[in-house]
């Protein structure tokens, strides 16, 4: 599978953005999907994930209740909605599948900037 990000740029603080990554080929709905996200001078770390179906998700504590993650296996897509969005959420945002522990495939990332 190969993966396309898209949606970023720049928002103002409290505003609202909608990132998209589309995946290639037929074997989507196998993936585990997740959105990471690197700063400026700082780590990637996980953002949240959502399991094959969409039963589960997860959010770091600094997201928690301001973004989501859903998918639309049809649509061979997985979204990340950003709501109430801080300076402090600029970065690289990437997508990411696995099937096992480790997230194998990785789209090409797509910036965010929040202005104060």
């Known amino acids: 599978v190969q993966l396309q990000a898209s949606g970023g740029g720049l928002v103002q603080a409290g505003g609202s953005l909608r990132l998209s990554c589309t995946a290639s080929g037929r074997t989507f709905s196998s993936y585990i999907m997740g959105w990471f996200r690197q700063a400026p001078g700082k780590e990637r770390e996980s953002v949240g994930y959502?399991?094959?179906?969409?039963?589960?998700?997860y959010y770091a504590d600094s997201v928690k209740g301001r973004f989501f993650v859903s998918r639309d296996n049809d649509k061979n897509t997985v979204y990340l909605q950003m709501n109430s969005l801080k300076p402090e959420d600029t970065a690289v945002y990437y997508c990411?599948?696995?099937?096992?522990?480790?997230?194998?495939?990785w789209g090409q990332g797509t910036l965010v900037t929040v202005s104060s």
């Open positions: 959502i399991t094959r179906g969409g039963e589960t998700t």
């Open positions: 990411a599948a696995r099937r096992g522990v480790v997230y194998d495939v």
